[in-house]
């Protein structure tokens, strides 16, 4: 009776620190929200945008997602041994295309504000460009290769060999 009077004073005790130990550090996490909302985002990717949004931070996400095609068409040419002719074709043919949709972002930020239905506009010209730079070099056929292959209906029946 004395042992378990003598464990559960010790267990109060402990307790009674532990508490006394956290105490400052919640009332520090209380009197600092702002930290909390500048900590880190856990989440896939990028934040997505909010709209109305001003024009100069549209312009560079859409400038950044350029040069990251761009750079991904370069490694393809690269990796694919594409000629330089062919390069330079494809190379004309991107920049005409992004030219489009420099020239739609320039047009939705005239007056300074970019709004939803403007962003769509954008990304719906940018989707046909990336359409139409995968044609070029030829990333369309892969995938009609993978329709026209005929898959199996069902299991297999299997076949008593007899």
Not at 16 to 28: G, R
Not at 101 to 116: F, M, P, Q, S, Y
């Amino acid at each position: 009776m004395m042992n378990k009077l003598a464990r559960i004073a010790s267990t109060l005790a402990a307790l009674a620190a532990l508490s006394a130990a956290a105490a400052p550090a919640a009332a520090a996490v209380k009197e600092t929200p702002a930290a909390a909302a500048k900590a880190p985002h856990h989440g896939r990717g990028k934040e997505r945008p909010r709209f109305p949004m001003e024009a100069a931070p549209f312009s560079k996400r859409v400038d950044e997602k350029i040069a990251k095609q761009r750079a991904k068409v370069e490694a393809r040419m690269q990796k694919g041994g594409v000629p330089d002719a062919r390069r330079a074709e494809i190379r004309k043919v991107l920049d005409d295309v992004q030219a489009k949709v420099r020239a739609a972002v320039g047009k939705a930020a005239k007056d300074g504000v970019i709004t939803e239905d403007e962003a769509k506009q954008v990304r719906k010209l940018a989707r046909e460009a990336r359409k139409a730079i995968a044609e070029q070099l030829g990333l369309g056929k892969k995938h009609e290769k993978k329709a026209k292959r005929e898959k199996p209906k069902g299991r297999p029946i299997p076949v008593p060999v007899t």
